[in-house]
């Protein structure tokens, strides 16, 4: 069986790091990623995608990547449960395992 996923898009803000108490490092970063299609008005519409990276993933993701870069994300799909005021919600995320910088909005507005 296989579970991965590869997809661009913009981070929609400067990616943080939070520390475990077990000292592992991670980030959640969404990513916004526009469809190939336009909808029923003309209009292009965007996913915008929760991920989670963990240890070096997450370092140099948050070292050298802010809001509006565009990025390579390679990972896997994993569902998890949630419990709202109403019960139990499923949602879905991905787990990046490689990132990709692929060019930073400063360097597009430099030009």
Same mark, same amino acid.
């Given at each position: 069986m296989l579970n991965q996923v590869v997809f661009v898009g913009r981070l929609t803000k400067d990616p943080e790091i939070i520390t475990s108490e077990s000292g592992k490092k991670r980030t959640r970063i969404i990513v916004a990623v *526009?469809? &190939?299609f336009k @909808?029923?008005? &003309? !209009?292009y519409e965007t996913d915008f995608i929760p991920c989670i990276l963990w240890n070096a993933?997450?370092? *140099?993701?948050c070292e050298y990547c802010h809001k509006g870069d565009i990025i390579g994300v390679k990972g896997r799909i994993q569902t998890s449960s949630v419990e709202d005021e109403k019960g139990?919600? @499923?949602y879905v995320? !991905? !787990?990046a395992e490689k990132i990709t910088f692929l060019s930073s909005k400063k360097q597009e507005t430099d030009d």
């Amino acid at each position: 069986m296989l579970n991965q996923v590869v997809f661009v898009g913009r981070l929609t803000k400067d990616p943080e790091i939070i520390t475990s108490e077990s000292g592992k490092k991670r980030t959640r970063i969404i990513v916004a990623v *526009n469809r &190939g299609f336009k @909808n029923m008005d &003309g !209009i292009y519409e965007t996913d915008f995608i929760p991920c989670i990276l963990w240890n070096a993933v997450a370092e *140099n993701t948050c070292e050298y990547c802010h809001k509006g870069d565009i990025i390579g994300v390679k990972g896997r799909i994993q569902t998890s449960s949630v419990e709202d005021e109403k019960g139990y919600k @499923n949602y879905v995320e !991905i !787990i990046a395992e490689k990132i990709t910088f692929l060019s930073s909005k400063k360097q597009e507005t430099d030009d």
